[in-house]
Nanobody
Framework: QAQLVESGGGLVQAGGPLRLSCVAS????????MGWYRQAPGNARELVAV?????????ADSVKGRFTLSRESAKNTVTVYLQMNSLKPEDTAVYYC????????WGQGTQVTVSS
């Protein structure tokens, strides 16, 4: 199994930056995809950005050009970073880290609030 620990959420003013981190540990050797999803109140969970083990990234249209996803591998961990710039109030949501092996693994979620 893989364990995911997220950090970096908080309150930021519109136009400001924020960086989220997610550390995967445990059984990480066969993680195929890692990334971030978000869920705003009353909405379904949606993809924000994901990166494959080969380094290919996919972004939601709403965040292209503003968010950047990167990945760093160490001996026993894999970390993904989501750099969020030019944040908008509509980016407010709980952000969840996700890792895909044969199963989906989720972090506990971190709140991002963008004030106008």
């Amino acid at each position: 199994q893989a364990q995911l620990v997220e950090s970096g959420g908080g309150l930021v003013q519109a136009g400001g930056p924020l960086r989220l981190s997610c550390v995967a540990s445990g059984s990480i050797f066969s993680i195929k995809v890692m990334g971030w999803y978000r869920q705003a109140p009353g909405n379904a969970r949606e993809l924000v950005a994901v990166i494959t083990s080969g380094g290919s990234t996919t972004y939601a249209d709403s965040v292209k050009g503003r968010f950047t996803l990167s990945r760093e591998s160490a001996k026993n961990t894999v970390t993904v970073y989501l750099q969020m710039n030019s944040l908008k109030p509509e980016d407010t949501a709980v952000y969840y880290c996700n890792a895909v092996k044969t199963l989906n693994y989720w972090g506990q979620g971190t709140q991002v609030t963008v004030s106008s």
